[in-house]
Every structure is written in C-alpha cells, then in structure tokens.
C-alpha cells in the first residue's frame, strides 16, 4: 500500500494580520469627532477613579494622610496608609508604584489622543462642521498631560520626558532635568487656557474649561518662582465671570439635617445637586458622579473622613451607646446623617483643633453642622446616658477602655463636608455604607484666591495677600488677618480651614519642600510605627523610583533619588 | 500595547525512545530522551509603565528543554483469583533560556529572565528564613532599622560607608519554581470480582528546584490576615514567646526577600474500589453488568510545604479532596 502525502503552507504575513471587526484600536477610531470625544472622556475617567473617587489608599495619601493634614484612625499603627515612612516609602513599596503607574498612563494616553489631534487637521473633513471642537479637544488632551506630569514632577523630581506617544517597546529611559518638564506643564497649560471654553460654555457640566487650566497655571508659576506670571494666572480665574458664594443656595435649603441642626452657605456648597448649577460661581473644575449610571462611579466620602462611632460599643451601664444602625429605629438618625464612616483619616490636632482656635465660635467653617464634635450617647433604653455628651476618661472606669481606639476610631471631628446628610443612593440598609454621589471639586475658587495670596507674598505685597486671604475669611465670617500676620505658614493654616479633604495636601507641601518640617511639627499619630513623624526623614520629600521600573529599564539607567 | 511583527514560535526536537517487552508481556515500559529548542519564544514581557503599559506580548530569545522519561510496567502477580499489575513513571526535565533580547542582554532582573537559567527563575533578596531575636538587638549586631522579629537578610555584598543593602549587588538568583523530577505509580489489583486501584503521584524538588514563595501565609499587621486566621499556623514572634522563623506583628522591615520553603511532596491521588455483581444473580434482573464503587481523590498528602497546597504553590486555596460512591449499571 502506499500512502501519499503532501503539505502545502500558508502565506504567512496574510494569515496573521488581523483586521479589527468588533474592538477598537488606533488603526481604526478616530475617524468622527465621537471618536475623539471618546478618548478625551476617557482621560477624565482615569484622573477620577484614580485620583478622586477615594477609595483607593493613595488617594488618602494624596490629599495629606501621614502628614499633616490626617492619619489612618482605624490602624493607626499600621499599614496601609503612611504610618512608617523607613517601611512603606521604599523602592519596591506600593505607594512610589501608584503614582508612577497611573501619572504615566495619563501621560501616554494623552500623547496618543495629542498626536491623533495633531495628524488630522483643522482642513480634514473629520471636522467639517465642527471645527471649533478640535481646539477643544486638543486642550483637554494637552490640560491632562500637563496635570498628569504636575504629580509626576512634584513627586519624583527628574522623571522621563514623553510628548510623543511610546508605540513599540522602549526601555532605555532616562530622567530628564524637571526644568524641561516644567516647561511643557507651563507650555500645556497655557495651551489649554487659551483653547478650552470659557465659564458656561461647556459642553456638559465637569468638562474643562480655561479656568480650570489658568488655575493650575498660577500653581506651576508658584513652584517656579514666577510670582508675576502666576498673579496674572490667578487674575485670568477670578476674572472670568467667577465668584465665592456668600448666601445659602441650592437644592437642598429645605432639607437641613435635622442631628446637625441648621445651615450655611459653606454647608451648601457641599449638599448633593449642588455643584452643577448655574448660580454657583464657585465651583471651577467639579468631578462627577452618577449613581445608577455606567461608568457613574462613587465617592467614599463619609468611609474616608468620618469617625467610626457605631464601633464605640456600650456606654458606662453596659447599653449600646449609639443606635442607628437598624434602619427601622426611630433613633436611626445618627447612621443617615453620618452613614458608615471607616476613619480612613483621622485628622491631626493641628486640623482638629489648632487651625480653629482664634476663631472657634464665628468661623462658620467650624460649625455645629460644618464640624460635627457634638457626639452623644442616644441610647433610649439607658436613661442615665441619654443624651449625654460622650467623654471616655470621666464617663468610664479607668483602664476600660483603649483611649488610643476610642480617640482615633471611635469619635472624632467629623468634616461634613465630605458627607452627604440624608442623601445616599446604594445599601439603603446602612445609609450609604460610606459612599455618596456628591459631586467633588478639583478645583473652586477659594483655591484660586490662596494661591494668588501665596503669590502676592513671593511677589513681597503682604497687603495684597491679606486682602486674597480675607476674601475667603470674611465668607467664612473669621476675623481679617492683619497683612503683618501673612507668613507661608499662615496661608498653609488657612487652605486646611477651607480645604481639608478637598486639596492635594501632598502636592502642596512636597512643591514647598515643606512635607518633612510640617509633617515632623505636626503629624499626631499617637502610635505611628515610624516614631514622630512617622519616621519621615529629610529625603523623604521626593518619592523613590519605584525598583520595578529600574529593573525593567534594561537599556537605560534610571538614577534612584537620593536616600533611598 | 500591540506588537506587529508577533509571529509563529519554532521547535526543533530530537527524540530517542526504546520500547521493550519481556517476559510475555510480564514486563514493558519505554524509555525516552528528549531535546527540543524553541525559537521566536511567545511570552508577555513587562516593560517600564513609563510606556503608559506594564507588558506587552513579543517573541523573544531562545529556550532549551531537555529531559527524559521512564515507565516501567510489570505483572506482579497473575493467578486465577489474584492479579497485581503496577505502573511507575519517571519524567525529568530541565528547562534554560539560551537566548534572550537577540543575544545582547544576558538578563532582565524586571522580569525575571536570565541566560543560562530556567526561565522560571526566582530573583531577589536572600532570606535567610530566621529572625533577629532581642539579644542580637541589644548587643548591636542588627542593621539599620532592623528590629527582633525581622527577617535576617543576608549581605552579599560589604561595602564600608555605604548602605548595608543595595539593589544592584545583595539581590540573586534565589533558585527555580520548576520541578527537579516527577514520578508516579499506578496500581491495579483485583481479586475475585473486587477490583482496586490506586495512584500516586509525586513531584519532588531539593537544591534549587521547586521553591515556593510562603510570605503570604504569614501573617501580617493587616486585616485579612486576622480573617483567615494565619497566625494559627504561622504564629507571631513575640518578645515573651521568641519564634525562630516567623516575624513579629508589624514586620515590615526595610529590606525583605521571598521565604522560599520546598514544594516536594506525595500525594495518593486517585483510589477506586469497585466490586462486580457476579454475572449469575444480574442475569435474573436482566442486566448485564453491575457493579459498585467507591473512589476518592486527593485523600493524602505527604509535604513538608506549609501552605495549604504544595501543587497549588502560593495561592490560598487548597486542593479539593472528593469521595464519590456509584453504581454503574449496563442493561
């Protein structure tokens, strides 16, 4: 018998290449101005879940956890958030890797969507009838790799320098001086400013406007050293049709809580549905949120900044001290006003107490409904503590309690500001469960004003500086500083008064070279496992190179910062 | 990212094999030699994510496996009520990446990669799998920031003035996740109209094969670990009740290193025992065959690894152990 065989091939280059029927890649989006508008919103969801969604420990870290601003309460002593800096801020920690990873993936993603812009022209026919939205886009584009390598270089120092999107693989990256990137940040952003929509013409409420892009303009002049060209940055903002609101406003004037006890304008600000509407000319950039929608994500709002009082346990007689986590109860009020805070961060003495001292009682920051202290045992079945105002050294047998729990978990300042009163959408059962859908901002207004303080006193006009600081003080009905009184640190004390849980604490000091002297002074942590300051040392005032990149540059030498 | 020049992965192998048969069939078995080279290799390589991705498919280098396999069969016993057969099987192989980025890198520490080794190699820092104990502290002999209950790293490299540890020179190749041998053993005895049977199989490790990485068991400062109770199995060292080889609660420690504890083991994995209704009292019910069994699978296993699995390695869960009871009739 015989067999006959034969074998015939392929051609091989035609058989693997593969047209795209059913995904998207570059090869074939960017064909309608939907297409663009889809990688530009795609750069907004990565700066939001990233950065602003909170649930994410370096999102803690970021807006001051183990500096000054805040510290873990519910593991003080512990990991995840900076308790160590010797132990947690290594080459091959978590954190350095964090903002590495995700600042360069905003990097390469705008390059791609830049370099999109770039090769399809105002002339093309992609853009006939919509010419005015390619300016736009590439604003935003260039507005987001600006913001991307602001974290970068205020964190990392010298980093690689991209403005072309990476196409094959590279590994022979190299630092380049931070000069060099500051110079595209300023270049990016003043690009943005001139090409993105003015105050009310954007086209849905969250997008980008010049505003927002002067605003970071002004900052990236201050790390400079430019104080007249950040001056006009700032000028560019509060002129552009921008104002603090001074009278209560809003969708919600009708629904103050009634366990707060009252309102204000600066209580309004931060009310669900109210950061969108036309009458507040105070939100600048606002960061959205959506329930029930894809892509809607989440704010951990009250699991972040809020005190885990319905941990506390029993009050002296032995009675559950605080009730509201059954939702039937009548004394539910507690769990839908505050819903289930984690004290993701607890914040130092210095936010505590400190910062409001000289005007504890006028300062309508500080207030009842503002800064809620007023924690009190609302047991009904236990008489002898009912509404009783919580004090663990007097109320308690001595040494029945750990205090350091009681203080750092249980029962502090709650800023309600982060919170939602009333207002929660997911796990009815438990008011929230320490999320909400308020809408955060990135940047308002009362920023604006302190950074042109912080201006105008590198610039040597303490007057002037005054004046910015009392614009947001008198709002706030705190007594005027005296312009003698304007120091670095007086403008540091006054953004965690008005912006605690909203600003980048981190970016603030680490561009001030300040994150070592102010954490050292005033980080509380009682047990941190670092010692004072957790342990922070000098060098820690840049990040490490993460190890991994170092590893994985295989054809370039990547130059560890000092000290590591 | 995409790679457009991805393309097939080409294997050259030479096989040499020798069937035999003795004894009227009472003893068979192979032997086999095997080396194959594969070019062009199709692997996911993490790249910096200064690149805006953290890997990236491409075919890479050069890798050589070799090795060789065994089996053995014989007929133990053969009576009339009585028959014993056995299997065992042997298989041995090694594994080196010949090549790598086009023969100009000799390795790449990001992922792991190293000309001359298995291409499943571990590198890091070398644990030296004790603690510094409370003596050792007080008497100065601990590095810098270094407490009792933490991990001894070893120095590799001394250099006077500078750090104690450093990336470049005190970290190595720690040793393979692959095996050093496999071999299994079969078992098939049957007497009268019962029938049993049973497997065992065994992968074995020593030297620089087959190491684990069991840091993950032990148990940390954090949540899960209090969750999954590990501190069980792993318990803390405490200065009133020193371990030698587990860290303290909050064991971070400036520099650390994988502990790396062998996988070897033996396993009785699949038994069956299974009886046959004699053909006489199932021919009245109309059937033509019935029999019973019960079997199991995974019901032993020998280690010395201390995680839940040796085969499963790392990860937290155990291997299933099941028992089923049947009746298999044929009509």
Redesign the interface.
Known sequence: MVVLVTMSSCD?DKL?NETPLDFL??SNLYRTPDDFELASLGLYEKARDNFYAGSVNENSILKGSGSDFSYNGE?P????FLS?Y???L???SSIP?YF??RG??I???A?VLIAELEATPIEDEVWEGNEAQRAILLGEARFFRAFAYRMLVTIYGDV?Y?DQ???????D?SRADEDLIYDLIESDFIFASQNLPGRGDESAPGRLTKATASHFLCETYIARNKFPEAIAAANDVIDGGYSLMQARFGTQLDNDDPLLGGGDVYYDLFRYGNQNLSENTEGIWVIQFQNDVDGGSKYDGERMWGNAYYRMGNDPDGKQAIVGDNPDASSNIYLSTFSRPVAWNRSTNYVAYDIWRSDWNNDIRNARHNMFRDWRYNNPDSPNWYGKKIDFVNDYPIGSRNLVRDTCQYIFPFPMKAASPGIHFTDPNRSGGGTNHVDQYAVRLAETYLLRAEAHLGNGEKELAAADINVVRNRAKATPVASGDVTLDYILDERARELYTEEWRLITLMRLNLLYDRTIMYLSNPVA?GGVGAGIQPYNNLFPI??????????GELIQNEGY | ???SE???ETTTSLNFGIDYIFLKNKISGSIDYYNANTKDVLVS??????????S?L?NIGEVENKGFEFSLSTVNVDTRDFKWQSTFNFSLNRNKLVKL?GGE?DF????SWFTGKPINSIYGYNNLGVVYSEEEFFKGEVPN?FYPGNFKIKDIQTNEGSATYS?DEDRKILGTSDPNFRFGINNNLSYKNFNLSFFINSIQGGGDFYKGEISGFLA???DYSRRRNQSAIFPYWRPNAPTTDTHGM?W?????GPLLKYRSFVRLQDVSLSYDIPSGLINKLTLKELSFYVSGKNLATWTNWPGWDPEVGSSNSPVMRSFILGIKATF
Do not use: C
């Open positions: 091989e693997l890649t570059t593991n002593a512990g990991t995840p160590n010797a132990t947690q290594l080459p091959t890797l590495w990873t360069y993936q990097v390469q993603f390059n690689p991209l999107p990476v196409k094959t693989v590279k590994t990256f496992a993460p190890q991994s990149e170092i590893d994985l540059n295989v054809n | 990212m995409g790679n991805l393309t097939w390589r993490s790249i910096p994510n200064i690149t805006g991705f953290s990236i491409e980025y890198t790449d520490i990001g992922n920031g990336p940390g400062g954090g909050y971070s420690q400036p520099v650390n």
